[in-house]
């Protein structure tokens, strides 16, 4: 058991810092929609230096390092509040890598690699959020396509995205897990619709209607009707760079520094409160530390991955709820440093799996308590 | 990094829970408690085995003692182990003889171990002392929270031996790193006890805890203490640093309230009998809340040792 950074972490943890630097006023954490061209050149910034590859094999262009050093870059670039990591690099890629012909990595690798590819996640839909079995997007393969016709919904960034990672229905229509596909779909082909959903923080969801769009069957990813393991996979390989907790160290430190301009820094009431955040802070850092443990010796981690999903996603409500209640209805106006936080942090304990899921996970798997959801 | 134990680090906890699994545990607790007694004989087990020594062993250290003393706890042991494996060593830098209770200055009021210690460590300001007990020098208090507790005159504390200057924080902050670890070693078994209970008591034809109101609360409790844990290792990692020991007691003592009060409420009226094992470590978890000036002082010794003087 060795509780800290290595001296080779903490060199890497340095050069993320400096590069950093250079992106203070990024922002593309929270307003990757508003800041789009410049988030894609931070992608390719980090590409050029291989650390959208961090953890690929060094066949494919990677840097052959281990889950510690995506999950340092990550959790600085929450703390600098630059940029979250591309989806493209993370699931897309490593799903690619590990069940894709010589041909598909051939095909998708470089371009995400330097930052240029750029997907969104089409898994949701409007009967299938947290029950993902119930996914009815339908393909259906006609020689060397397939047609697909559906509605996705909750879906991030897909104005700006090239693809979307689909998950879709191969199989019957009741066959829950057995009978689905991944595609990689092109958003810009025939028979695509994205409309808008304007969310609560300023940026937008989206709505993708499909109807009868081709995607050629070298697109698909993995067998027909086998994704449901590969989707579940995934998911684990993006576990530890999923909910960075120095996003949570930055709200607080905005917070603080806020009480101090506020001049509440000498009430106790908010002392007080700080404190008991501060310990709730660094309990979310050791949250994060066990996901990425589990992720180093290869576990699925699933149960420390709820457990700090939960925590992490709780504590940045408290937070940002605490700064607008010391401050009164003028922390609640328009462009006051915190008030975004507030309205933001809504959506942290429902994308990525509800609050409830994940207590659920942990109950279950974790405590070993019996019952379905 | 890396959070897997290493192979020593498994043995010890392996003996140790061995050791524990023969002479402590929920029945000894019982039994104990009932007479008001402290277990010598456990204690004179584990310094015979050498866990006494673990804190300052040429090949082990606090993060080792911080697994006994967590597992101690665990098993229900009515011995003072997080004073001596933990705070002992990290405030006077020896062994100190034991049973060692721990005090501040106010050892008139009840303190845990104290009829039985045979060292008492002072933390008094910015010295902690020692003090050589004689038996009957601590009166002893009745208390139905798990631990036999003492109170003695002050006018004790007058043969107090200087640990000299700055061994008062020290201690303090090992305090509270022990108090952390009981803690963990406690909640983690009262946790265990209702989530097995709850796995077989049936109502309306089903498991309790197949309940998803029941679950979800259960989670709760297994993630608090897992944080609770996780901090009080990197805690004794560090060396008690004081933000880091005051952080790991204060969230230790925050979900000691949660576990007693779900565990209670969840495990119904069984869990309010003598008959069902939970009180043995429920109870403990509030007298644990109370010590070092109570959960209060601990979330001020973090933003004390976070922000001295303004926010």
Known sequence: ?373 | MDFEPSPDQSAILEAVETLLAQRAGPERAIELAAKGEYDFELEEALSEAGFVDVALGEETGFLEAALVVEAVARAGGVVAAGARLLVAPGAAERPLPGPVALATDRIDRPVRYGAHARTLLVADGDEAGVVRLEPGEFEPVPSGYGYPFGRGARSLLDRADSLGPGSGPRMRGWWRVALAAEAVGTMAAALRVTVDYLKQRRQFGRAIGSFQAVQHRLAECAVSVEGARWLMLEAAWQGARPEAAAVAAAHATTAAARVFRETHQLSGAIGYTREHDLHVWSMRLQALRLELGGAAAQRRAVAESRWAGGA
């Open chain 1, 1 to 373: 058991m060795r509780i800290g950074l290595d001296p080779e972490e903490q060199s890497f943890r340095a050069d993320v810092r400096a590069f950093l630097e250079g992106y203070r006023n990024l922002n593309g954490f929270f307003h990757q929609d508003e800041r789009w061209p410049e988030v894609k050149g931070f992608y390719r910034a980090l590409g050029e230096r291989g650390w959208l590859s961090l953890t690929w094999p060094e066949r494919w262009g990677g840097l052959g390092l281990g889950p510690v050093h995506e999950f340092i870059l990550w959790d600085e670039a929450a703390y600098a509040r630059a940029a979250r990591p591309p989806l493209s690099a993370g699931i897309v890629a490593k799903t690619i890598l590990r069940h894709g012909t010589d041909a598909q990595k051939q095909r998708w690798l470089p371009g995400i690699r330097s930052g240029e590819l750029h997907f969104s996640l089409g898994y949701s839909e409007p009967q299938a959020g947290s029950d993902l079995a119930a996914v009815r997007t339908r393909a259906e393969r006609s020689d060397d396509d397939y047609r697909v016709t559906g509605e996705k919904c909750w879906t991030s960034y897909a104005q700006d995205s090239d693809y979307l990672w689909l998950l879709c229905r191969t199989g019957a229509p009741d066959s829950r897990s057995a009978g689905l596909s991944l595609m990689i779909l092109d958003l810009r082909a025939d028979g695509v619709t994205v409309s808008p959903l304007p969310t609560l923080d300023d940026a937008q969801l989206n709505e993708i209607h499909l109807d009868g769009t081709r995607v050629p069957a070298e697109q698909r990813i993995g067998a027909e009707n086998e994704a449901w393991k590969i989707v579940a996979e995934a998911l684990a390989d993006e576990r530890h760079v999923q909910f960075p907790p120095r996003r949570l160290r930055r709200d607080l430190e905005d917070v603080i520094e806020w009480t101090r301009a506020a001049g509440l820094d000498r009430d106790a009431t908010v002392r007080r409160g700080l404190a008991d955040l501060a310990v709730e802070v660094l309990e979310v850092e050791t949250h994060a530390m066990r996901v990425l443990a589990a992720v180093q010796q290869g576990r699925a981690g699933a149960v420390e991955a709820a457990a700090n999903k939960v925590a992490g996603t709780v504590l940045c409500q408290k937070i940002a709820r605490a700064a607008v209640e010391w401050g009164g209805p003028a922390a609640i106006v328009r462009g006051e440093p915190l008030e975004f936080l507030w309205r933001q942090s809504l959506w942290e304990t429902i994308g990525g799996g509800t609050s409830e899921i994940m207590r659920g996970v942990v109950a279950r798997q974790g405590l070993g308590l019996g019952g379905r959801r």
